[in-house]
Structure formats: structure tokens, C-alpha cells
């Protein structure tokens, strides 16, 4: 199975950058769909940021221009950059892939990261 492991997430002011990290055990070469979602507390769970192989990159609107998401074919790892952080931003934030194999769906998720955009 592939695992996913979450990385990059902490405290950062308004205005600031983080850049988070997930690192995927299997080649992006089989994936289909690399994605990053949040959630907020006491919020519904929502689409960040969007890679699908074949249909280029998508940005929920409130972070375009801000965020930016990106593979790393040679490390397999999915990166979100995100910069000019606002406290709306405070999330927990996963990172999500799956792969179409034969008549399979699989879908795999991280554990999540603790993004808080305070002053």
C-alpha cells in the first residue's frame, strides 16, 4: 500500500510562507489525481489545491495567486507552497493521491498537518 507522510506544518504570522511536504512511497509515475485538502475547526473538509495527471493544476479561489502545488518527480513528493498566509488559512491540511489500477479506485490520505496563521 502506498504510505503518506506530512511534513511542514506550524505557526506563522499573517503575510508569512510555509511550504508543505508530502512524501509518497510509491513512484508519481503510477498516481493519478495528487491533491491538498483542509479542514478547519468546525468546518467542512475542502479542496485546496489540485494535480491531475493530464488536466494540469487547480486552486480553490480564495488561495489563488497565493498557493502554489507542485511534484517532485525524482523524490516523490508533493509539495503546497503557500505564501501570504491570512488567518483564514488556519486549517488542518492533507494531503491526498490515488492511483486507477485495472478496475481499482485507490485512494490514499495523510494524516494531516496543523497550519495556524496568527498574530
Known amino acids: 500500500q502506498v504510505q503518506l507522510v506530512e511534513s511542514g506544518g506550524g505557526l506563522v504570522q499573517p503575510g508569512g510562507s510555509l511550504r508543505l511536504s508530502c512524501a509518497v512511497s510509491a513512484s508519481f509515475y503510477s498516481m493519478n489525481a495528487m491533491r491538498w485538502y483542509r479542514q478547519g475547526a468546525g468546518k467542512e473538509r475542502e479542496l485546496v489545491a489540485d494535480?491531475?495527471?493530464?488536466?494540469?493544476?487547480s486552486y480553490l479561489d480564495s488561495v489563488k495567486g497565493r498557493f502554489t502545488i507542485s511534484r517532485d518527480y525524482a523524490k516523490n513528493v508533493l509539495y503546497l507552497q503557500m505564501n501570504n498566509l491570512k488567518p483564514e488559512d488556519t486549517a488542518v491540511y492533507y494531503c491526498?493521491?490515488?492511483?486507477?489500477?485495472?478496475?481499482?479506485?485507490?485512494?490514499?490520505w495523510g494524516r494531516g498537518t496543523q497550519v495556524t496563521v496568527s498574530s
Open positions: 491526498y493521491v490515488d492511483q486507477l489500477l485495472e478496475s481499482r479506485h485507490l485512494v490514499y
Open positions: 494535480s491531475t495527471d493530464g488536466r494540469g493544476t
